[in-house]
């Protein structure tokens, strides 16, 4: 045998003796299937400023209720059937925290457009004036009415700042508690709960007492007018929520209307239980309107007259996703449209946000 021939030999001993590759095409494949196995975590892509929904995740992810009603059909002494619900709440609370840090992330860009701080949670300016572009901004990275950010880009840095605020407290929660945070949230409410982090019935459970306390908030105003409480999701409680919506009001208004229109737009539920506590606590409730409900108020009122120049920007309630359009219409007081009616829930809330909308432009 010659030199090349045995060279030959142990060129080809040595390629059999390594490890062979089990599947030499997932090396260069395009596939689908295979690209999917490379993104275990779904990538959260800033909006562009034509869109008016921010990501879905800016919502709770699913929760596997298929899987909690099964094991609690077991039988909660199984203890197989608590760790499965166990199991099942902490992903669900692992989703809905890496949901946040994303988002916030996806938000980044956005805050540099409107020169907010990146390490700061702080949420945008409220004021339309500073949202808009200067004479030196190009046309194509402005909406119709000169603002620089979209609905979608901007509720995306609202919701996240707010998101991250609350999440350092409920971090710790979870981390401590884990399996047993559940059993705490009906205490801690909403005020530390992600917006990412609230489980149906901690959502359900808020909007119940959310559709009392404005029942109760209206009735007291009607006494007040001498007139016929107006019918829930008409026209005429429209324009009754809206004499809220005003700085100048805000400014003027006693007290008790403070607390009774914060009572309405979800901000507090401080109009129930002054009513149940002594005369002797009223410089306490005076206080706390003084110091947090008058401008959390006057916060808000900007905040949604910003939100609906936003929305008729583009395009209108049309573009909207159906958890947009129950969002939107509950941060309007309007929590109690579509309760009960399931499948025209979704088209009685486009109505009455469409309704909305055709208000602000009279008002305005």
Known sequence: MSALSRGHVLLRSSIRAQHPIRNPHALFSTSPIHH?????KPKILTPEIHEINPP???????????????A???????????????????????????????NYRASIPIRKTLG????????????????????????????????IVGRAQYQLT?????????????ATIVAICGEFTPLLLPYLGKSITPSTCRIPDQIHKER??????????????????????????????????????NTTWVKRADNEAVLRACAVLKLSNAFQRRRWVG?????FWDFLVFAILRPRLMRYVRYLEL?????????????????EVQLAVEERGGVDVGWGLEEKAESVRREWLEMWLEERVNIE
């Open 208 to 245: 119940v007492k959310a559709i009392a306390a404005k029942s109760a908030a209206l009735h007291a105003q009607a006494d007040l007018d001498k007139i016929d409480t107006a019918v829930p999701g008409s026209r005429e409680e429209i324009r009754y929520i809206m004499k809220y919506l």
């Open 158 to 170: 609202h919701r996240s700042a707010l998101d991250i605020r609350r999440l350092i407290p409920f």
């Open 36 to 40: 999917s196995q490379l993104q275990d």
């Open 56 to 70: 879905i995740t800016t919502f709770p992810p699913d929760l596997d209720l298929l899987t909690i009603k099964s």
């Open 279 to 283: 005369a002797e606590f009223a410089v």
């Open 307 to 323: 939100d609906d120049r936003l929305i008729r920007d583009a395009g209108g309630p049309g573009g909207l996703s159906e958890k």
């Open 116 to 147: 907010l701080a990146i390490l700061i949670p702080t949420s945008p300016p409220y004021n339309i004036s500073h949202l808009r572009s200067s004479p030196n901004t190009q046309p194509s990275s402005t909406t119709h009415n000169g603002t």
């Open 72 to 102: 609690k059909e077991q039988g909660l002494s199984n203890i197989k059937s608590l760790f499965t619900i166990a199991r099942a709440y902490l992903g669900f609370y692992k989703s809905g925290i890496f949901n946040v840090y994303h």
